[in-house]
């Protein structure tokens, strides 16, 4: 099969490199991809929002597939797009993105079904959303509704910064992403995601993996688009599965109750809350850098599977997983998740990959005169297989010191918390 992957960051190489294990798989390219992907598949350099221009490529080069991994093109339609040229794909529609690309749909959704999540209220305009923190308690959530980068949601403190916040969104700082806000009560609890395969109002899970959004050691510091992650996760009760499970499995169901057809993945970011887990978010895709951990421990075969979701015969297969554990750093520019610089000298991936069970996945990274170098905040994500968390870890670690590049920087602390156990996140 000709396949065509549609993005170009860790999570599409990722996907690239589990693509390419499969007998199924010939020639295959990305758009737009990144210096690193270049050496696995062919890229081409057309926008992952430009619709038209993808789907016409897609059609003059008559690719077999194709993997939208990215969420604005799933919001804009790609999927719909190619399905209208006779291209099958894997990712949902339009219509079902919608549960990442507009929060007030996701949560009208949950509160409709009784679905586990924050509580939360629905402002259109400033002077609203301004009026209602004056009553509010404290910490509290801000987020705009629509898709803004990763960077659309603010837990704020004190009163002063939830004003900023909504003020950020009001006034444009997303775009239309920010016209609508959703103001919702902060949880409190570790962090978990699971992702699962879905099709035919069914939902089959992944092995649930756990990020470090925060930039500095100690969870300190602004969000990010994650920093590490790790796969599975020890500290999650087998209750806590089945519920997560669960959830994933009744979100599915009442989509489909909606008439909506989803196909593809659905990324379910859980809050482990003393009440049980409950839903921070929905996202219409695979994970950045979830899916740099949880795609290696697949031992299925992926154009297998993918081609399955989109053919709604996916209860024919039966996910299988390695024992191993698997532990994702990322590797930074200096100034992340602010400002930084691009075009330095990146070295030691071949000496890194050279290691057992150890693969670099390349996020923001670009080749100019043959020369590997940074293009992105976060630059590369350093992968390892281990028997124990601690030796994966450990090999991580490892591999790391092999790389370098002016300004590099990373967390020392992936994973840290939770081999001291689940009483680490009531310290």
């Known amino acids: 099969m000709k396949i065509l992957v549609v993005g170009g960051g860790g999570r599409e190489h990722a996907i690239i490199r589990a693509l390419k294990k499969s007998p199924d798989c010939g020639d295959i390219w990305c758009a737009p991809g990144n210096g690193g992907i270049g050496y696995d598949a062919t890229c081409k ?14 059609k003059a080069e008559a690719f077999d597939y194709v993997v ?9 339609g790609m999927v719909d797009a190619l399905a209208k040229v006779g ?5 949902p529609d339009a219509a079902a993105a919608r549960i990442e690309a507009s929060k007030v749909f996701s949560k009208d959704l949950m ?68 016209s609508t806000v959703v103001i919702e009560e902060c949880m409190t609890g570790p962090e978990c995601s699971l992702l699962c395969f879905v099709t035919a109002g069914q939902s089959f899970p992944m092995a649930p993996a756990q990020d470090h959004k925060r930039a500095y050691d100690g969870d300190l510091g602004p969000n990010t688009g994650g920093m590490g992650v790790y796969s599975p996760v ?11 499970v669960k959830v994933m499995e009744q979100t599915v169901a009442e989509l489909a109750a909606e008439g909506i057809d989803y196909r593809g993945c659905l990324y379910g970011g859980f809050m482990l809350t003393p009440a049980g887990p409950k839903v921070l978010e929905f996202n219409a895709r695979f994970g950045d850098p979830e899916t740099q951990v949880v795609l ?21 297969i039966e996910l299988d997983w390695r024992d191993e554990w698997a532990v994702a750093v990322v590797l930074t520019s200096a100034g992340y998740p602010g400002s930084y610089e691009k075009g330095k000298v990146i070295t030691g991936i071949t000496e890194a990959e050279a290691m057992e069970n150890v693969t ?38 490892e591999a790391c010191e092999k790389i370098d590049f002016e300004g590099k920087t990373l967390r020392h602390d992936i994973g840290l918390r939770a081999l001291r156990g689940r009483d680490a996140w009531d310290a």
């Open 87 to 91: 291209i099958p794909a894997f990712g």
């Open 234 to 244: 020890p500290i999650v009760t087998d209750e806590e599965h089945a519920t997560m």
């Open 111 to 178: 509160k409709k079904y009784h679905i586990p999540t924050a509580q939360y209220e629905v402002f259109d305009t400033s002077a609203a959303a301004l009026a209602y923190l004056k009553t509010a308690s404290f910490p509290i959530v801000i987020k705009a509704d629509g898709l803004a980068a990763g960077k659309g949601v603010v837990v704020a403190e004190t009163v002063e910064d939830a004003e900023a916040a909504v003020r950020a969104c009001f006034d444009g700082a997303f775009g239309d992403a920010g």
């Open 45 to 58: 350099n057309i926008p992952a929002t430009d619709v038209d221009a993808m789907v016409a490529f897609a």
């Open 296 to 316: 290696p421990r697949l031992k299925n075969d992926l154009v297998e599977v993918m081609l399955a979701c989109a053919n709604c015969e996916l209860d024919q």
């Open 360 to 397: 670099v996945y390349h996020a923001g990274t670009a080749v100019v005169n043959g020369q590997l170098l940074t293009n992105g905040g976060r630059v590369l994500a350093v992968t390892a297989l281990g028997d124990t968390f601690e030796n994966a870890r450990n090999l991580a670690y």
């Open 68 to 76: 939208v991994a990215q969420d604005d093109p799933l919001a804009l």
